[in-house]
C-alpha cells in the first residue's frame, strides 16, 4: 500500500491552506489493482476516496428496499407494477451481488483478515460477509428450488441488517470519542453538533431528515381519498411510529439541553430551550397526534391533521439558510413594517373605493368594505384570479391605476428581503474573513481552525476558490498591519514598540541611501547654502559608520 495515501490533511502540509470538504485522496496510479481497488473503494483509513460514498449508497438502496418489501404487501400498489417491483429487486441483487464479491476479492488487503491463513475464507466466516450472502441468497434460492413467497420476502427482510456496516464502524467511533463521559454528555454528542458526536451524531440527523420527509408525504398521499381507502391502516401505523421518533428526540434534546453553554440550569435553562424557536417545531411536530388521541371524545380535532406539515420545519435545524433568514427579517424590521403599514392603508383605501362605485351595480360581491379587501389584495398584488372583477367604468379605471401601483409597492417587501439577504451573506462572509485575521495571527492556520473554517464556509455555501480569496486577502491585510512604516508617524507614536522599530527601519534605509547616493556629491550638496547642519551630517557619517569624513571637493 503507498504509504502516501494517509497524509495528513493539507492544512498541516501548507498553513495558509484550508480544504473545503474532504481533501482528494492521494492514492498511487503505479499499486497493483488489487491494491489501488482496496484503497479507493473500501479502506476508511484514507481521507477523500469512495468508501463513504459506497456505504452511502448501499444504505440508500437497503432501505429503498425495505420499503419495496413493505409496499409488496398491498395488493392495490404491487398489482399494477408488479414488474417495476421485480426489475428493481433484481437492480438491487445485483448492486449487492458485485459488492460481495468485491469484498470477497479485496480480502487479502483487508487488515482484519490478510495475516489469516485464508483471508477470503476468513471473510467468507465473518459475521459482515454472512449477512451480506444472506441479503442476495434468497433471489438465487428462489430461481432453484420452489421457496413459499412468505419465506422468500422473510429472507429479503435480512438486508436491513446490512446496514450494520455502516453503524458498526460509526458506534465504535462514537464509544471512543465519549469514553468516561457521562450518560447525558452522551446524549448530548449525539443530538447537538459537537467535537464527540462523530459519524454517528450525522447518522442521527440522516435518521430524522428521512422520517421527516416519510411523514411529511405519508400526511400528503393521506389526502387523496382513493390512496387513504387503502392504506388506511399503514398510515394511521406509520404516523405513530414517526411520532414516537419524534417524541423521543424532543425528550433527548430537553434531558441533556444543560449541556450547552446557554442553557446551564436545570429548570431555567430547559425552559429557555424549550421556548426556542426549533424546540417549538419539534412541539408542533408532535402535538397534533397527542391532542388527538387524549381529547377526540371531547371535541372534533381532526382539523389538527393537517398541522402534521409543520414537521417540514424540522430540516429548518440542518440548515443554515433559516437562520440567515431570521437575522436579514430581524435587522431590517422597521422598513418592512413601515411598507407593510403602507400596503395595509393602500389595501384598506382600494377596498373602500371598491365598494363605493361597485357597490350598487354588483351587490352580491361588494357587499361590504372587508368583502371588498379580498378583491383589493388580488388586484395590488396583480395576481387577478377573475371570480370578483368591476364593471363600472370608475371603477375600472381605480383598478388599472391601484394594479400599476401595487406592482412598485408590493415589490418593495421582496427587493428589501432581497438585498438585505445578500448584505447579511456579505456581513457573514466578513465576519469568517475576520476570524481568518484572529487566526493567522501565529502565522499559521491549525488543523482545528481548519475544520472551524470549513464548517461556516459551508454553511455560507462559499466554494474552495472563495475560501482561498478570503484566505489570502486576510494575509494580505495581516501583512499590511504589521508592516508600522505603512501607519501614519502618530499612530506609530502611540507604542514604543512600534517607534523602534520605526526607528530602526529609517537608519537602515539611511544606510541603502548612503550605499547607493554618490557620497562626494551628497557631501557637496549638503553643504552648499547649509541645507544639512554639522550635527546633521556628523549623524549622517556616524549612521554610515564613515571613520572620517570626506573632505569637501573645491
Known amino acids: 500500500m503507498n504509504t502516501s495515501a494517509n497524509s495528513a490533511a493539507p492544512a498541516n502540509a501548507d498553513p495558509l491552506s484550508i480544504q473545503i470538504g474532504e481533501p482528494p485522496a492521494d492514492i498511487s496510479s ?169 459519524r454517528m451524531h450525522g447518522l442521527f440527523d440522516s435518521f430524522i431528515m428521512v422520517w421527516v420527509l416519510i411523514s411529511v408525504v405519508a400526511v400528503i398521499l393521506e389526502s387523496v381519498q382513493g390512496i387513504s381507502h387503502v392504506l388506511n391502516l399503514e398510515f394511521i401505523l406509520l404516523d405513530a411510529v414517526a411520532v414516537g421518533i419524534f417524541s423521543l428526540e424532543y425528550c433527548i434534546r430537553m434531558y441533556c439541553c444543560v449541556e450547552e453553554p446557554s442553557f446551564k440550569k436545570a429548570l431555567s435553562g430547559r425552559l429557555k430551550y424549550g421556548k426556542s424557536p426549533s424546540m417549538l417545531v419539534d412541539l408542533l411536530a408532535i402535538l397534533p397526534f397527542f391532542l388527538e388521541a387524549f381529547l377526540n371524545h371531547l371535541f372534533d380535532l381532526r382539523f389538527l391533521r393537517v398541522f402534521r406539515l409543520m414537521r417540514l420545519l424540522k430540516l429548518t435545524r440542518y440548515t443554515g439558510a433559516t437562520s440567515t433568514l431570521t437575522k436579514v427579517i430581524a435587522r431590517e424590521w422597521p422598513v418592512l413594517s413601515a411598507s407593510a403599514f403602507v400596503m395595509l392603508l393602500l389595501v384598506v383605501l382600494t377596498a373602500s373605493l371598491g365598494y363605493l362605485f361597485e357597490h350598487d351595480a354588483q351587490p352580491d360581491k ?85 475544520e472551524r473554517v470549513n464548517r461556516e464556509a459551508k454553511r455560507l455555501h462559499l466554494t474552495q476558490q472563495d475560501v482561498d480569496q478570503l484566505v489570502e486577502k486576510a494575509r494580505r ?9 505603512a501607519l501614519p508617524i502618530h499612530k506609530i507614536a502611540t507604542k514604543a514598540e512600534h517607534a523602534v522599530e520605526h526607528f530602526k527601519t529609517l537608519i537602515s534605509q539611511i544606510r541603502q541611501l548612503g550605499i547607493m547616493t554618490d557620497r562626494e556629491k551628497f557631501e557637496l550638496v549638503a553643504r552648499q547654502s547649509d541645507r544639512l547642519t554639522a550635527n546633521e551630517l556628523a549623524l549622517w557619517h556616524q549612521i554610515q559608520q564613515d571613520p572620517t569624513p570626506p573632505e569637501p571637493s573645491t
Open 366 to 450: 361588494f357587499e361590504n368594505i372587508p368583502q371588498s379587501i379580498y378583491w383589493a389584495v388580488i388586484t395590488l398584488a396583480s395576481v387577478g384570479y377573475g371570480d370578483i372583477s368591476p364593471v363600472t367604468m370608475m371603477g375600472r379605471v381605480m383598478t388599472i391605476i391601484l394594479a400599476l401601483m401595487g406592482i412598485g409597492i408590493f415589490a418593495i417587501p421582496a427587493a428589501l428581503l432581497s438585498s438585505a439577504f445578500t448584505d447579511q451573506l456579505r456581513i457573514e462572509r466578513e465576519s469568517l474573513r475576520n476570524q481568518l485575521y484572529e487566526m493567522l495571527e501565529d502565522g499559521a492556520i491549525s488543523v482545528d481552525e481548519a
Open 30 to 198: 503505479s499499486l497493483p489493482l488489487r491494491q489501488w481497488l482496496y484503497a479507493w473503494l473500501l479502506d476508511p483509513k484514507i481521507e477523500g476516496n469512495l468508501h463513504r460514498n459506497v456505504d452511502r449508497w448501499i444504505g440508500i438502496l437497503i432501505v429503498a428496499n425495505l420499503l419495496a418489501l413493505l409496499l409488496e404487501h398491498l395488493p392495490a400498489v404491487y398489482e399494477p407494477y408488479r414488474a417495476w417491483f421485480h426489475f428493481f429487486d433484481v437492480v438491487s441483487v445485483g448492486v449487492f451481488t458485485v459488492e460481495y464479491l468485491l469484498r470477497l476479492y479485496l480480502a487479502p488487503e483487508d487488515p482484519e483478515f490478510k495475516n489469516a491463513v485464508s483471508p477470503r475464507r476468513r471473510y467468507m466466516a465473518s459475521p459482515f460477509a454472512v449477512i451480506d450472502l444472506l441479503a442476495i441468497a434468497p433471489f438465487y434460492l428462489q430461481a432453484l428450488i420452489p421457496v413459499d413467497l412468505r419465506v422468500l420476502r422473510f429472507l429479503r427482510l435480512l438486508r436491513i441488517l446490512k446496514l450494520f456496516r455502516v453503524l458498526t464502524p460509526a458506534w465504535r467511533e462514537f464509544v471512543f470519542l465519549n469514553k468516561d463521559r457521562s450518560f447525558r454528555q452522551k446524549m448530548h454528542a449525539l443530538v447537538f453538533p459537537s467535537e464527540f458526536g462523530g
Open 477 to 485: 491585510e495581516r501583512l499590511l498591519m504589521e508592516d508600522v512604516s
